[in-house]
């Protein structure tokens, strides 16, 4: 992948802008497969006219061309693979509806979606290959279905596809001369109107868009720290494991420079290096002063007012360039 741009210098208070796609970039991934399936007519039925005009509000449902455990089931399930591997980015972007991924774990991704594109190229091919005997094993259970609803072999493949898209959002582009100034210029002004207008909305999706970032990653850490204040420190070698691991993952989604959280999940990962399930049961004071660390870390990041100075702080530097 190429390498991530980098950031604007230092704003004039010292503090350096978020341009967002500096940062990361969104992905948006595509998916396609034949669903196997075929609406109901309203002759299936034995319908008369007037009774289909009397039901026209009615849906007559779909019937089922294939075994649907053999057919669209396994391409459902490799998407449902692909759209976690961006789930596990919590924030999507609004305006776009896409998932945004910090550069450095960007070349992760496409690698995870890449084994998965391979895994439903496969499937595709093992689909088209039975579709024949799919077709007539479901028929010779189903002697109700006529051949006419089912497609063509050479019409299936372009029914299937997983893919996914890697793209940055900017502002507004350049406008383009226009040469008659005295026909255009009133469609300019109208443009340079729609131009600020829309500048000005994906600014506030930028905005909203690390605010909810940053508070999405708090709420992680906060949900972690729940699991052991309930159990009252005394948790199992697993779920310290499983602590230390969303730490780390904090820190690399940390793209916008959540320092306070940071500096703190630091403390707390040093504080339990070391420590084992064994030694938390073994050891009362050990699991309380654990369980006390993190209420305190709990309250302290998601305290009202420590929040709204970060947001606050984090939305004044968002730029669009």
């Known amino acids: 992948t190429a390498p991530a741009p980098q950031a604007h210098a230092a704003s004039n208070n010292g503090e350096k802008p978020i341009n967002l796609f500096q940062l990361g970039c969104l992905f948006v991934i595509r998916s396609s497969y034949w669903s196997c399936r075929i609406g109901n007519e309203p002759q299936d039925f034995h319908l008369s ?34 759209r976690h591997q961006l789930a596990r980015f919590p924030q999507p972007f609004p305006a776009a509806n896409a998932h945004f991924v910090p550069w450095n774990l960007v070349e992760q991704v496409i690698d995870e979606l890449q084994l998965l594109r391979v895994q439903f190229d496969d499937a595709v091919f093992d689909f088209l290959n039975a579709y024949p005997d799919l077709r007539a094993e479901w028929q010779a259970e189903h002697p109700e279905i006529p051949d006419a609803c089912y497609p063509l ?6 029914r299937f596809g997983l893919t996914w898209h890697a793209f940055k959002v900017t502002g507004a582009p350049q406008l383009s001369p226009v040469e008659d100034v005295e026909m255009e210029l009133e469609q ?96 009362p004071d050990v699991a309380s002063k654990l369980s006390r660390a993190c209420q305190a870390l709990k309250n302290q990041i998601l305290d009202p007012a420590n929040v709204s100075v970060l947001t606050g702080r984090l939305k004044r530097r968002v730029v669009l360039d």
Request: hydrophobic share 35%; glycine share 8%.
């Open 153 to 158: 072999p050479i019409a299936l493949p372009q």
């Open 49 to 82: 006219p007037h009774e289909v005009e009397s039901k026209a509000i009615a849906s007559f449902g779909s019937k089922e061309l294939i075994d649907p455990e053999k057919g669209r089931k396994a391409f459902q399930q490799i998407e449902k693979k692909a």
């Open 188 to 283: 300019r002004r109208a443009s340079n109107e729609q131009v600020k207008l829309m500048e000005a909305s994906l600014q506030r999706e930028c905005q909203q868009f690390v605010e909810q970032y940053v508070l999405g990653f708090r709420q992680e850490v906060a949900e972690f720290c729940d699991q052991v204040v309930t159990a009252k420190g005394q948790v199992h070698g697993k779920t310290l494991n499983a602590i230390r691991d969303r730490i780390d993952r904090f820190h690399a989604m940390n793209v916008f420079g959540d320092g306070d959280a940071s500096s703190k999940l630091a403390q707390l990962k040093q504080q339990i290096g070391g420590l084992t399930g064994q030694d938390l049961a073994q050891q």
